[in-house]
């Protein structure tokens, strides 16, 4: 299958700071990436959808000045977490989406607020 | 909107067993159903999937099968192994579009004992 990456894989960073996550295609353009939330032993939660060229639309209940998101290329969206704080601790998943709506998943990004 | 549940959100099964997990969505416009396999600290990886013209699909030891009159999809896994085990979701989206929404299941947590 296709193939996604996210970086970093892990990060953990002081309450107040601003994390930044990438998500990459690698062999294919993606219009369209996903963007995820998932706390442990639970499902994924959509976040915000990011369409390249346009502002992200976010799903009901989620910040969109606390997770800037960016979709700069085809290849590349961009998650920002502003003035994380604890709460915001968890893992974070992008996808991408490949021709006929097949959804390739990123590794995931765990992010530990102290 | 749609809503996917799953059942069992547990399951164990001795190694060479079979696996079952079912889901039913509720929206009958969905034509898109994946199944993805999340192992522990990953991103889900997609398995199988099958669409809404198409009543079962196998993949080796993997199979899913779709009734859409009753709206429900099921995952089937035969000779499991113990890299079987982790946790699974079914999902469901309409249409092609790479802007389509999947709406996940609340996952499977599937064990295999040895």
């Known amino acids: 299958g296709a193939v996604v990456s996210q970086h970093p894989s892990r990060v953990i960073c002081k309450s107040g700071t601003s994390v930044k996550i990438e998500c990459r295609s690698l062999?294919?353009?993606?219009?369209?990436m996903f963007w995820y939330r998932q706390f442990p032993k639970q499902s994924l939660m959509l976040m915000a959808t990011s369409n390249e060229g346009s502002k992200a639309t976010y799903e009901q209940g989620v910040e969109k000045d606390k997770f800037l998101i960016n979709h700069a290329s085809l290849t590349l969206s961009t998650l920002t977490v502003t003035s994380a704080h604890p709460e915001d601790s968890s893992f974070y998943i992008c996808s991408a989406s490949a021709p006929r709506g097949v959804e390739f998943f990123g590794p995931g990004t765990r992010l530990t607020v102290l | 909107g749609e809503n996917v549940e799953q059942h069992p959100s547990t399951l164990s099964v001795q190694e060479g067993d079979s696996a079952v997990i079912k889901c039913t969505y509720s929206?009958?416009?969905?034509?898109?159903f994946p199944w993805y396999k999340q192992e522990l600290g990953k991103g889900p990886q997609l398995i199988i999937d099958?669409?809404?013209?198409?009543g079962e699909k196998k993949d080796q030891r993997i199979a899913v099968t779709l009734n859409k009159t009753a709206k429900h999809f099921s995952l089937h896994i035969t000779e499991t192994q113990p890299e079987d085990s982790a946790v699974y979701f079914c999902?469901?989206?309409?249409?092609?579009?790479?802007?389509?929404?999947?709406?996940f299941g609340s996952g499977t947590r599937l064990s295999i004992r040895p």
């Open positions: 929206d009958s416009a969905s034509n898109y």
């Open positions: 999902a469901a989206t309409k249409g092609y579009s790479s802007a389509s929404k999947i709406i």
């Open positions: 099958i669409r809404s013209n198409v």
């Open positions: 062999d294919f353009q993606a219009t369209t």
